[in-house]
């Protein structure tokens, strides 16, 4: 998107503030006077803090109705779209309030302006430093400074960190949150990016994962963190060889680690010198690392830089990377750039067998390690003695803990406060108290389970959903399976690592990781294409919908056009297909397609509109194994209309505005589908099937198998669209057999149809323009509309005021043309 001037508002007004500020006058504030100029954005304020955002939805609509709404509605409409994450919308809103958006809602503005055009962002961010334009309090500099950390150079970030500082001190008062954030950011005021550490001569350079970065929010607070890096540590320190150097603490914590080895694992070896040094996995680039310093590179990259939605990855660029027990499933994550590093420093290990296959189909090499805390019993030698039975609940969820037991936190928030070897230690501790108190545990973290079962306990894990995503492979295992997974990761290890502390050259070592993993990854590349046939329908499709189906006469010119009404629009069904029948210009055949219809009255039609209703409560689905709910109807639609090879889908809460006709003529080239992108905040398709695979916790095994098939069938990711507006060429949805197995899979993962439908189609389908499918409460209010579509909760027909409800009325309560009756 092409960068837009400051509104002409925001220099005029930003000039008075500013003649305001030299004259002594202070800007009012408070809420009171926010509810005297502001009545609307106070009011909307209100209803999100109470977490009405329907009602808060709703009330700028009414007030962005007017004829021409003010500073007041267009700030409030910026801020209801900011907090649904729709901040192209809102920053449209914002802008048009000129400098009231940033006089009132200054931090979702400078949000929503950085996610949408990060350049525009910097640009303003300069005309602060500049004087050009008013500066504003420390809180907006706060957030201004979070995204000149993802977008900007150092000399900006150093500049804005300066200023956010001075705009704190002396006013504390209007921010009590930000002496923490003050505190916080500055160990990276004055950082440099990807800057190289003096080379520590012959030592080898090898450094220890911390998970802090400059977004306090998004730094660990989960102690099961540093178990993952105790575990990792534990692969070095088994060499009795090596000499640590470096800061004070870490070196003598890794000397206390190297004593602790358990004497079956104890490697010798000539005396290695070794320089160590501690890595932010969030934020690595912002510290300093003497070329060739190599770690292990490992757990969930989920947490982006500041809350910016940009990672801070690839890793600095000093750092040799091996990659064992990793997971990732964040699309913003998975860049160009970084799959580049991937394949470079691969082949990745994954913690999980979805990191596995997501990655495989992204051409990156990759197997399935399992996870590092399987081996932290390396760090931790046998007990003399057992403790009595006794159970400890370790963040439990899934049960009410029994009376007079404690429900163990591992995550808490001074973790964040406290040093990375304080940490460390703590999780030393931590596990010595499990392990020395406890004989069963019962816990929903992973990094509790699997920790805790290294070192011998006998482990409940119930989390909090079974079927999530990073839980394939890891969960169950009996006894054989989890000893898999730990002696496959210190034998895989081993000789890799041996070789970077002999110091051999770095293409050396990678061609000794991809020789040692070749096999696992031969073999997750067997399984990722495993074709596993899902059981047969006991009948066909069209056998189903035989009852049903309904076959019209031809209309020579005619538009076949499908609803799909729900229960609760049933009402409003009548409504629909008059409005439709009064903007068509061409004969239409409407198919009312849904449990109910049968028994709906309709209006009079004008003679170029038949209707022709298919009650699906004759539909066998107990046969398929389906359920209502899951309205196969949506799936069956090619077989129910057999005489219709093209169809227009729109849902009920619509108005066409423009010629449908021209809708149904799409040139969907070689798909059979065309379809909006989503409107909504999320755009991933993978996501949501993501969410629908979560609803398995009952089945957790049939979760994992359905996530395996969508990584075996897309490649990862794909925008999600919306299903309320569609064309559809049903003759090669028949011929291609999309219902049988779309209604395969629905019955084997309890999917619905909406979600069959991404599986099946991806991002193979025609994009339809966004104007056929315009949602005013999520769209731009000046976008282009050739049809309205109330997709949110409020709908046209209700009590509540929503965006253009009054073509709705209109259109819905305009007769037939007596001349074309």
Known sequence: MPSRPLHPATLLRGARRALRAALGRPEPSGPEVLARTHPVVHEVRGLLHAKDQKGAQSRVDEALATPAPGADALVAGGLVAHRRHLHERALDLFDRAGDDALAV????????????????????????????????AARTWHTALRYVFAHGDDTLRHAVHDRFVAAYRGNEKQ?????????????????????????PGARVPFAVMDYVQPGKGKSSQNIGDHVQTLSSLGHVVRRQNLRFHGDAELVGFAQEMQ???????????????????????????FQSFPEGTWLLEFGWHSHDLAGTGVWDFPMHENLRPLFVSFHCNKRGLLTPEVLDYLRAHGPVGCRDWTTVDLLLSLDVPAFFSGCLTTTVSTVFPELEQRPAPATVYVDAVREPVPDGQDNVKQSYREVKDRTFVENMREAVRLLEWYRTSFTHVVTKRL???????????????????????RFSGLHPLDHDGFEAIRTGMIARLEPVLTAVFEGRDPEAVYALWRETVAPEVEAARARHVATTPLPALPVGPAEVAAPTAVTAPAVEGAVDVVLLPRHSQLPHVGEAVRALDASASVPLRVWLVGPGVGRL???????????????????????????????????????????????????????????????AAADLGSTAVAARHTSHADPSGFGLLYRAARRLDDAPATAYDFYRRIHARHVFDFNAFDTGVMVLDLARLRADGYAAESLAVMREFRIDAREALHLYVGPHRTELDAAWDHVPTRDLPDAPARLVHWADPVKPWDEAYVARQDLWHERAARPASPAAR
């Open 259 to 285: 004593e602790r080895v358990r004497p079956g694992l104890r490697l010798d070896g000539e005396a290695t010198d070794v320089e160590l040094y501690r890595v932010d996995r969030d934020g690595s680039s």
């Open 447 to 469: 990094h509790c389970y699997l920790p805790t079962t290294s070192l011998g306990l006998d482990v409940d894990f119930q989390p909090a959903n079974f079927a999530d995503v």
């Open 601 to 663: 009255s309709l209006p009079e039609l004008s003679a170029r509109t038949s209707v022709h209703r298919l009650p699906t409560s004759t539909l066998d689905l107990e046969t398929l194994g389906l359920t209502t709910s899951q309205r196969a109807h949506h799936v069956l639609l090619p077989h129910l209309l057999p005489g219709v090879d093209r169809a227009v889908v729109l849902p009920v809460d619509a108005v066409v505005l423009g010629d449908v006709a021209e809708l």
């Open 105 to 136: 809602a200054p931090v979702p503005y400078v949000e929503s302006l950085f996610r949408v055009d990060p350049q525009r962002g910097l640009a303003l961010v300069r005309s602060w430093l500049d004087g050009a334009s008013p500066a504003p």
């Open 175 to 199: 921010w009590p949150g930000g002496a923490a954030e003050v505190e916080w950011l500055e160990r990276w005021r004055g950082a440099e990016r990807h800057t190289t550490a003096p080379a």
